[in-house]
């Protein structure tokens, strides 16, 4: 329940990104200066922090997305849901965990 | 003594009645049916462009420092990467449309509520899907800005 919950959040709030994301990137287009100001907006630690929860949210949207699709799909799977559900998080944890150190140290480490 | 509330389920076709519990046959085929396939097959592939794609851009190098004109013009010079964002770019959108319109069939009662909010959800998907499809082609990577030619490896000498 409160994993489908998470899923369906985590996919409205994916789905609003990439519409924002797709016009951000659409600039490359306009020019290399337009293209270069906008992103360089992302460059600050309030959007590495924003970066940092969205792919927390884009990770557990796919491993738990994965976890339905075994459901579905494999006999055992509606059997095993509640362990896949700890493998998810598990999952989750180390995948966030090592993108969360090596994101961060990079954004807010300095240049 | 409480009364039994008449359905509010909108009308057969609306996408308000799980199609289960529909004793029409309907018009719409099995277009549920494979919508529920798509969303698992194009699930599967998403995850490697997905992650493949967050590698590449935030935690190769200098990681988000890298990222500028010059960055994605690099990219996009490359038929192979042109590829990938494209199909990126049509899985994730069409997989979030298809996901969004479920939870509006979901929580929008009125009929007349979810007819407008899918026409704004298809409206804005196609603008965005077109114009992503558009930059991805058209794009120039190595302009002359000034009379002058962008730095780049990948550019031809003037
Ligand atoms: C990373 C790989 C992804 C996987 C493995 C995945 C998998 C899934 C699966 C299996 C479903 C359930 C469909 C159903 O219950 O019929 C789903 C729903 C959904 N997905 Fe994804 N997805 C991925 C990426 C995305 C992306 C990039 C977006 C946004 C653009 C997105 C948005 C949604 C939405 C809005 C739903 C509907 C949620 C609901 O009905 O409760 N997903 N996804």
């Not at chain 1, 919950?5 to 600039?27: A, M, W």
């Not at chain 2, 851009?57 to 996009?76: P, Q, S, T, Y």
Request: proline share 4%.
């Amino acid at each position: 329940m409160w994993s489908w919950v998470g899923h369906r959040i985590t996919g409205v709030v994916i789905f609003f990104f990439l519409l924002v994301h797709v016009l951000d990137t659409s600039l490359v287009r306009v020019s290399p200066e337009a293209y270069t100001a906008v992103i360089g907006a992302y460059k600050n630690p309030l959007m590495a922090l924003g970066e940092t929860g969205l792919v927390a949210a884009i990770i557990f949207h796919a491993f738990n997305g994965l976890r339905v699709i075994a459901v579905d799909f494999w006999k055992k799977g509606a059997k095993y849901q509640r362990q896949m559900l700890w493998v998810v998080l598990a999952l989750w944890l180390v995948t966030f965990a090592g993108f969360a150190i090596r994101h961060l140290s990079l954004a807010l480490g300095g240049h | 003594m409480t009364a039994i509330q008449n359905p509010r389920s909108g009308q057969l076709g609306s996408g308000k009645i799980a199609p289960q519990y529909k004793r029409s046959g309907g018009s719409k085929g099995n277009f549920e049916m494979l919508a529920w396939l798509f969303m698992r097959l194009s699930g599967v592939v998403l995850v490697v462009l997905i992650f493949g794609h967050l590698f590449v851009n935030l935690l190769v190098g200098e990681g988000i420092h890298a990222i500028d004109f010059g960055f994605v013009a690099g990219k996009w010079a490359d038929p192979f990467w042109q590829f990938w964002d494209l199909a990126m770019l049509w899985l994730a959108m069409l997989h979030g449309t298809n996901g969004v319109r479920t939870i509006i069939n979901d929580y929008a009662e009125k009929d007349a509520t979810r007819f407008w909010l899918k026409v704004v959800l298809y409206a804005a998907s196609a603008v965005i899907v077109i114009l992503g499809t558009l930059v991805i082609f058209t794009f120039n990577p190595c302009p002359v800005v000034d009379g002058v030619q962008l730095p780049g490896g990948f550019c031809p000498a003037p």
